[in-house]
Structures are given as structure tokens and as C-alpha cells.
DNA sequence: CTATAATTGTGAGCAGGTAATAATAGCCGG
DNA sequence: CCGGCTATTATTACCTGCTCACAATTATAG
């Protein structure tokens, strides 16, 4: 009895887990127990209900899509000298990791060295066309990441940059980018 | 009295635009109207409920975070070929927009290309180390990329890729990348 | 066989609503 | 100033998805 108890809530912890849209009822169908059983098993697993579940996944959501989503630059400007250099920082945060190696995914990194270049043209109509990158090495959560994009060339159509990446002071990310501003 | 109704619903709009999570009560407090005026209002304008608002809020979460956040890969992979090659599709939404250009954002198409890249090197540890790309031309949302990444080099620790994304056939990306297989 | 654990049932109550219906307030033209 | 209209407020019944408290039943291990 107690084995099945337990492989009950593990089931519903990770079947909450990836799908917190699930009611009470729903649960004790699928499991083919009481309503009430749901309910005690969420009070001893110390999840909450249905609707609060909802709240925070959307709480999350008013948070996470700004980790990468909409936001023109990703991570925080902190230094801006328009045609000269832009730097930005941004926290490595758990929610950009690749769970194999449990180091922050490469396209965090290149986003936030990305928009800050594009940050840094200061044109309504730049656009990358070329990088040439290098991830020097593995960067994990928590690290605080400042970037630093500078301007090294400037044609007519075109602005050619170095951005790189540090972490205390170790540099983890450098790269060459030409961006285009026909317009 | 008519002018005073609309303004008032036009600022319930923007409010609970930028907030879904106020109740009826707090918007009937901040308007110091009565809770059924808000009711009304929300009638009139199509705001359905607090839950609703917040359930339609935390599905767009779930969607979001898959656009570009936790996903092993991002995309749908198409087809896989161990050792050789590899192929994903990725519909290009809004949320994945600059909104100066209206044009897709690098760091999508470079998170297609480089989440794929780790998907082909198949190993438990494979980080991106280096990477040449180039953005041929801009993408739009409604774009359909297909990404095809072709092992072109294997050594010890080390993988050479090439990795292009094409939109209707035409060619939006190509980049050659490294990967570090180390352990 | 019995003590304990697990499960199920019941009833009250709450938040944040919908829906329907009715009463009241404010204003405007004639 | 009064009828008519819109806007606002009030009232009541009902809904979902719970919580909380308490009781009853069933299973099972010792």
C-alpha cells in the first residue's frame, strides 16, 4: 500500500510538473482514485491548487520573457557611448541552461553580445549580417556576464565591431560583427 | 456622463492590459465605482474574468518559453541521421520580432541553428566553441526555416559542422561551427 | 486480529466570478 | 418640469475549484 502511495505522488509531482493546467478531478480520473486523495496528496507534496499553480506559471511568465523574448537587448545597459562602445550585464540565471551539461546555452550569450551590437549601430535599421565567434570557455548560472561591444570600423552601410564576453574578469565569449544599416 | 464612462474604459483597457491580475473589487476601488459598473464595462469590451485573464497569460508562457528558453532544441527536428546530419523546421512567430525591422531577431535563427548542432553532435557533453556565421538575407514572421546541419569534420575531442537555414529555398543563413566533445 | 495507515465521503465556506432582473440616479431635449 | 434615455447600483441565484474539519470505511502490516 505504501509503495503504491508513493508511485502515485511521484507520478502526480511530475505530471504537474509539466502540465500545471490539471484540475483535482482530472487527476483522481487518471489515477482512478477519490477526489480527496488528489487533495491529500497535494497537501503532502505541498503543492497548491489548480488555481494558484496558474498564477505563478503566469507570474513566471511576466518574468521569463524578458530573460529572452521581446525585450530589445537583452541584459542591462550599463554604459553607452554612441559610435565608440556599449557595455551590458547580464545574470546567468537557471533559466538558460542546457540541462546536459548544465552550462548556460550558447544563444543566451550570443543574444545578449547580438543586441548589444545592435544596440550599439543606434540605427532603425541594423542588422546582422556576419559573426565570427568564439566560446572560450563553459559559462553556469550565476555568473554575472558584462559585454562589451566597440566599434573598430565604419563604412558607409556597414559597422564592423568586436564584442566580448566576460565573467570575472576572464573573458568567455569573443566575437567580430558586421552589421548592415542600409536605410 | 458619456464621456466619463468612455475614459473610463479605455483606462480599465490599458490598466488591465499591463496588469491581467486585478480583480473586480480592486478595479471597482481604484474607479470608486461599484464592482457590477466594472462588470459592465468588462462586458462591453470583451475582458473576460481575473482566471481567464490569467489562464490565457500563463499559456502564453508555456508557448513562449518554448519559442526560445528551455528546450534541448528548438525547433522540431525533421530528420536525424547519426554522424552525419541532422534537419529541423521553426516557425517564425511575432514573438520572435525586432520590432525596428519588423525582422526576425539573429539570436532565433542562431538558437535553431546552434540547439541543432548539439542535437547532431549526439554526445552528452557537446559545447559550442567556435562558430563563422552569416544572416544572407532578414527573415519575417510566418517564414517557415528549415535547418540542415551536416557533420563535415570528426576528431577526438572536436566536430565541424555546416549548418544552413533556408526559407523557401532561398538561403537565410549558413555558419560553420565547432564543437568541443570533451569527456 | 487489531492498530495504524490510507482512502473515501460529507458538509460548510470562500474567492471571484456569470447571468438575470430590478431599482435608482443623472442628464437632456422639448 | 417632465418623459425618456443612459448609466449605475443592488439583489439574488448559481458556478468552479478549491480549503477545512470531521467522520466513516477499507486495507494492510505486524
Do not use: W
Not at 477519490?34 to 503543492?47: A, P
Not at 545592435?118 to 535599421?125: F, G, H, M, T, V
Not at 559559462?139 to 570600423?153: D, H, M, N, P, Q
Amino acid at each position: 500500500m505504501r509503495a503504491k502511495k508513493r508511485q502515485r505522488q511521484s507520478e502526480l509531482q511530475s505530471l504537474l510538473d509539466d502540465n500545471p493546467f490539471l484540475t483535482d478531478q482530472e487527476l483522481a480520473e487518471k489515477f482512478a482514485v477519490s477526489i480527496q486523495t488528489i487533495r491529500l496528496d497535494r497537501m503532502e507534496l505541498g503543492i497548491p491548487e489548480l488555481r494558484e499553480r496558474v498564477k505563478m506559471v503566469a507570474n513566471d511568465a511576466y518574468a521569463k520573457i524578458k530573460s529572452l523574448g521581446e525585450e530589445a537587448l537583452i541584459g542591462d545597459l550599463q554604459e553607452f557611448v554612441p559610435g565608440v562602445r556599449a557595455v551590458s550585464s547580464l545574470d546567468a540565471t537557471m533559466d538558460m541552461i542546457y540541462d546536459r551539461t548544465m552550462t548556460v546555452r550558447a544563444e543566451h550569450i550570443f543574444a545578449q553580445a547580438n543586441s548589444l551590437a545592435i544596440c550599439l549601430a543606434n540605427s532603425s535599421e541594423a542588422v546582422t549580417v556576419q559573426a565570427s565567434i568564439e566560446f572560450l570557455r563553459p559559462v553556469y548560472a550565476g555568473e554575472r556576464l558584462v559585454c562589451t561591444a566597440t566599434i573598430s570600423k565604419r563604412e558607409e552601410k556597414r559597422i564592423y565591431m568586436e564584442v566580448t564576453t566576460s565573467s570575472n574578469d576572464a573573458v568567455v565569449f569573443a566575437g567580430k560583427f558586421i552589421l548592415d544599416i542600409s536605410v
